[in-house]
């Protein structure tokens, strides 16, 4: 932490400088202030930097539907279906004697009244196979030997499908290891230690890691990409999951860099002549061969900040033309006709008239004489001047219906490693870290193209993995 400087003398300063000093105090508790002020709903700053205090009643940037809390009229309700084949039957008869006089009731003559079905699951217990092999001598003395299965290499060993349940609540369900280990003694009876755990973790990576490899290969060559970075504990020390995502795929790869660097070493990103969609960090700009895309959820968390500091008029308009856009342009795809030229001319009219509007009210500070650097700008002027450089990339999802409205896709991949650090705490090994992207992009991945992630795998732990669609 740097020393504080020095506290001026006031007795030596003349009434200039010290109208000077109180204009430099001023300034530096409005910064102070702005920066208290900003939360996870008029920032970029995760939910997690909230802390425990409860929040205000803010306005969701969505609005209000009107619609009442709860199920709405004429909605179709779903509960459990009973099925035409029930697994097993259970009967209930009567009792054997009449119970006003006591004579024996006829039950072969029973007929059935009712029925009632009980879906549960059967109590679980492991099974051993044993593999044998056997010889034989042909009558000319040759001698014939059967061979065990290539996956029937140990004299005990685990088979795929606990070794798929053990990885899937580590890796898919986030479970620490030896909660994991629990978990699989009680549910079947079998010990397995959390170091065997980590194990098939270590084997699952390699299994899948061809998988991961063409998932890379495909998000390279996809016509819109989302791309996203977050931060996580490695062996103690800060590293960075760059995400690549897609409707359909997902790619995780972690670097001890976040900025370019980390970008060309994972090779996805480089040289796409595709849309990028991103949260407008400086190093995607870099990658200039194809056309970026700029996350407007961000842009609406920060006019709402811009709003509460200001008080002006402009933020409120720019969130309001961004959501009407937003919400036409997804009724235009849902009836699979675009925005013609007029109406995307009208919607740039409109924006371009609200940032002039807005820079007239927050203009450029000029340095003043003698005094080197740049002049520190306020955060509404940042703010409109990224709207006024990057128009065609905030405004592009009206141009081009296969671009989104914001780079959720790629938020809602970095959620999950996050739960899996705030449950496990951070990863012990760079190497458990780099197992986790590898499993976790194909179990996300083949989850989003409709493949159960047991299944997943077991197909691996089988040799017979799966791989996604095109």
């Not at 700009?285 to 959820?297: E, Q, S, Y």
């Not at 991949?413 to 197992?435: D, E, H, L, Y």
């Not at 989003?448 to 197909?459: A, C, F, I, P």
Request: net charge positive.
């Amino acid at each position: 932490m740097p020393p504080k400087p020095p506290r001026p003398d006031l007795t030596h300063l003349s009434d200039t400088d010290k109208d000077r000093l109180i204009d430099a105090l001023f300034a530096r508790l409005d910064a102070v202030e702005a920066k208290l002020g900003m939360t996870s709903e008029n920032s970029s700053k995760p939910p997690s930097s909230d802390g425990l205090a409860r929040k205000p009643k803010t306005s969701s940037l969505r609005g209000k539907s009107g619609k009442a809390v709860g199920g709405q009229p004429g909605h179709e309700g779903s509960t459990l279906k009973r099925v035409g084949e029930p697994t097993g039957t259970e009967d209930h008869p009567p009792p054997s004697h009449c119970d006003r006089c006591h004579s024996a009731l006829p039950l072969e003559q029973a007929k059935m009244l009712d029925s009632r079905q009980v879906f549960d699951v059967p109590a679980m217990s492991f099974e051993v196979i044993e593999h044998r092999v056997y010889t034989v001598v042909c009558a000319c003395g040759q001698r014939h030997d059967s061979a065990f299965p290539a996956a029937v290499s140990e004299v005990a060993q685990y088979g795929p499908n606990v070794r798929a349940l053990g990885v899937h609540l580590t890796q898919g369900q986030m479970l620490p290891y030896a909660r994991a280990a629990e978990l699989i003694c009680e549910m079947t009876g079998l010990s397995v230690s959390p170091a065997t755990l980590h194990a098939w973790v270590g084997d699952a990576s390699v299994a899948l890691q061809g998988t991961a490899d063409l998932i890379a290969r495909q998000l390279h060559h996809a016509p819109v990409l989302c791309a996203d970075e977050s931060g996580l504990r490695v062996d103690g020390k800060l590293h960075w999951m760059h995400v690549a995502a897609t409707a359909d795929l997902t790619w995780y790869g972690m670097h001890a860099k976040r900025g370019l660097e980390a970008i060309v070493a994972h090779g996805i990103l480089p040289k796409r002549l595709g849309v990028l969609v991103h949260d407008c960090w400086a190093p995607y700009w870099k990658l200039d061969d194809g056309l970026h895309a700029l996350c407007n959820a961000h842009l609406l968390r920060e006019l709402v900040y811009a709003q509460e500091v200001t008080g002006q008029d402009w933020p409120a308009a720019m969130t309001e033309l961004l959501l009407n856009a937003h919400r036409l342009s997804a009724a235009a795809r849902q009836q699979g006709r675009p925005f013609d030229a007029d109406a995307i001319a009208a919607f740039t009219t409109v924006y371009n008239d609200i940032v002039r509007a807005g820079e007239q009210l927050n203009p450029l500070k000029l340095k003043p004489d003698g005094k080197r650097g740049r002049c520190k700008q306020s955060d509404a002027h940042n703010l409109l001047r990224r709207f006024r450089l990057h128009a065609d990339a905030i405004l592009r999802f009206i141009a081009d219906p296969t671009v989104p409205f914001s780079n959720n896709i790629a938020e809602r991949a970095v959620r999950m490693p996050k739960v899996k650090q705030k449950i496990s705490g951070c990863f012990r090994t760079v190497t458990g870290a780099a197992n986790f992207c590898t499993i976790r992009s194909c179990l996300d991945t083949l989850r989003k193209q409709g493949h159960s992630m047991l299944e997943v795998l077991r197909r691996a732990f089988a040799g017979d993995p799966i791989m996604p669609a095109a």
